[in-house]
């Protein structure tokens, strides 16, 4: 299964749409199940959606999952790593008034090279990704830890021993 979740505040329809054109054209609307938002205008015609799920459904579905289709939310991002979920995402953009800026582009931009991730710029290129992932042609992402990085703990480490010694 194919699980799209836009996130459960803002809806996403230019990532919908262009999961349900693909669908359309694919014919793999049977194998797609999204988490739209309560907030959507477009209404997908190729695979089944509801508006929210609950955390315990939400959770089943992910785990269910072969492939998570996503914004590029670090949530979702999060999520699928740490699950070791292949994720193909598509950012939100500010000039297209999908979220207030380019955060979403930044985050894509930084973990595109990631193994298990594929990122869009723009849905012209999201039926590639999707099909390259629906043809089992992506890599399962490296876990991660729950734990901070060695670097990042070594660097706050730092950064209070030489606040402490300049006081």
């Known amino acids: 299964m194919i699980f799209l979740t836009v996130g459960s505040h803002e809806p996403f329809d230019r ?8 669908c359309g054209a694919s014919g793999h609307g049977a194998d797609v199940f999204g988490q739209i938002t309560k907030r959507a205008e477009y209404s997908p015609r190729h695979f089944e959606t509801v508006p929210t799920l609950g955390p315990a459904e939400y959770d089943k579905r992910f785990d269910q999952a072969e492939i998570i289709v996503s914004h590029a939310g670090m949530g979702s991002i999060i999520t699928a790593l740490s699950k070791q979920k292949p994720i193909v995402m598509l950012p939100r953009r500010g000039h297209l008034h999908e979220t ?14 990631w193994p298990g991730i594929l990122a869009a710029e723009d849905e012209a290129e999201l039926p590639g990704l999707l099909d390259q992932v629906a043809d089992g042609g992506m890599a399962t992402s490296q876990k991660i830890s729950p734990f901070a990085d060695d670097q990042l703990v070594a660097a706050v480490r730092n950064f209070i021993y030489d606040t402490a010694q300049t006081r």
């Not at 207030?100 to 090279?113: G, I, L, P, V």
């Open 15 to 22: 990532l919908v749409r262009c999961v349900d054109d693909w």
């Open 100 to 113: 207030r800026n380019d955060h979403q582009f930044a985050t894509m931009q930084r973990f595109r090279s």
